[in-house]
T-cell receptor
Framework: DVKVTQSSRYLVKRTGEKVFLECVQD?????MFWYRQDPGLGLRLIYF???????EKGDIPEGYSVSREKKERFSLILESASTNQTSMYLC????????????FGPGTRLTVL | GQQVMQIPQYQHVQEGEDFTTYCNSS?????IQWYKQRPGGHPVFLIQ?????EVKKQKRLTFQFGEAKKNSSLHITATQTTDVGTYFC?????????????FGKGTKLSVKP
């Protein structure tokens, strides 16, 4: 059974903290994605990666960075968390091109106080 | 830029009534995907349509891809409480790198028993 796992289901951090969200997939997918989901705004792409050490900015990359040192792992980093980054963060992965089915992780609900 | 729009944003139905959500793209798509997200869950892939005019059925769900490959619809016959959730359509992002999808904002379906 294919799987995308995320390091935490719920996370509470303080303003200014550095936050790491980890995502691991076991399907040998080339592509990995980080989205944030807010009510009424749908899924907004933060960053994605189509290969190890490769990354591309999505629609809302400001305040975030990513790391992909291994094919199965894609990390989202909030360098200095702010309250407007309180959100649900979803990781997804898929095979290469053309864009195939995306498999999503369970999500991390991050609250920044 | 490329956009994928969905209507309606919300739909409340009585159990047993039919439901339809519509998806429109600003560009011609090579394929379109549909996802369902249950309350508290993550998006799960339902189906992909590839051919112009294609119609696919999954039990009570009927998916259509328009002749011009710029619009799609999902129709649920005789809704049940298990249909509750948010339905997203998504198409390939031609402005970005390979492997990326653009998601509509989703239609949130609630079903009154």
């Amino acid at each position: 059974d294919v799987k995308v796992t995320q390091s935490s289901r719920y996370l509470v951090k303080r303003t200014g903290e550095k936050v790491f969200l980890e995502c691991v997939q076991d399907m040998d997918h080339e592509n990995m994605f980080w989205y944030r989901q807010d009510p009424g705004l749908g899924l907004r792409l933060i960053y994605f990666s189509y290969d190890v050490k490769m990354k591309e900015k999505g629609d809302i990359p400001e305040g975030y960075s990513v790391s992909r040192e291994k094919k199965e792992r894609f990390s989202l980093i909030l360098e200095s968390a702010s309250t407007n980054q309180t959100s649900m963060y979803l990781c997804a992965s898929s095979f290469g091109t053309p864009p195939g089915e995306q498999f999503f992780g369970p999500g991390t609900r991050l609250t920044v106080l | 830029g490329q956009q994928v729009m969905q209507i309606p944003q919300y739909q409340h139905v009585q159990e047993g009534e039919d439901f339809t959500t519509y998806c429109n793209s600003s560009t011609t798509l090579s394929n379109i995907q549909w996802y369902k997200q249950r309350p508290g869950g993550h998006p799960v892939f339902l189906i992909q349509l590839v051919k112009s005019g294609e119609v696919k059925k999954q039990k009570r769900l009927t998916f259509q891809f328009g002749e011009a490959k710029k619009n799609s619809s999902l129709h649920i016959t005789a809704t049940q409480t298990t249909d509750v959730g948010t339905y997203f359509c998504a198409g390939p992002d031609y402005g970005g790198s390979q492997g990326n999808l653009i998601f509509g904002k989703g239609t949130k379906l609630s079903v009154k028993p």
